[in-house]
């Protein structure tokens, strides 16, 4: 009788030949995606405080929302900075915001928010 260990989450799977549990890239992609699905929603004030302490006052957000061609595209951004309530992890406008405006990459933008959710 071999006694199993319960998995340390439900990204690792069985391996019987190692006799442990194990992950791999896609369990641990689905884990991100998950976790960025379901992650906490921020205020709008958690989100400029991270921003600013990353070296990104709200002023140079509003200039980048500015430098968007699109003028429907552009007031979708400019409500979402001025008015929402709140903020998703997987906003698709504050993606495209702090992406393509802003530079910051997707792993940036994880460590920001697990950073804003403490304020």
């Given at each position: ?7 340390p ?6 391996n ?12 641990q ?11 906490a ?26 430098t968007i ?26 993606i ?24």
């Amino acid at each position: 009788f071999v006694f199993i260990h319960a998995a340390p989450d439900a990204y690792h799977a069985w391996n019987d030949a190692t006799k442990s549990w194990e992950t791999n890239a896609d369990l641990q992609a689905a884990k991100l995606a998950d976790w960025r699905a379901n992650v906490a929603e921020i205020t709008p004030k958690q989100l400029r405080l991270v921003l600013l302490e990353n070296g990104i006052n709200a002023k140079a957000v509003e200039a980048a929302i500015e430098t968007i061609a699109d003028e429907t595209t552009r007031e979708v951004a400019e409500i979402e900075w001025f008015y929402a309530a709140g903020y998703q992890r997987n906003n698709a406008n504050l993606i495209m915001i702090a992406t393509d405006l802003l530079g910051l990459d997707a792993l940036k933008i994880d460590a920001m928010w697990q950073a804003a959710l403490l304020k």
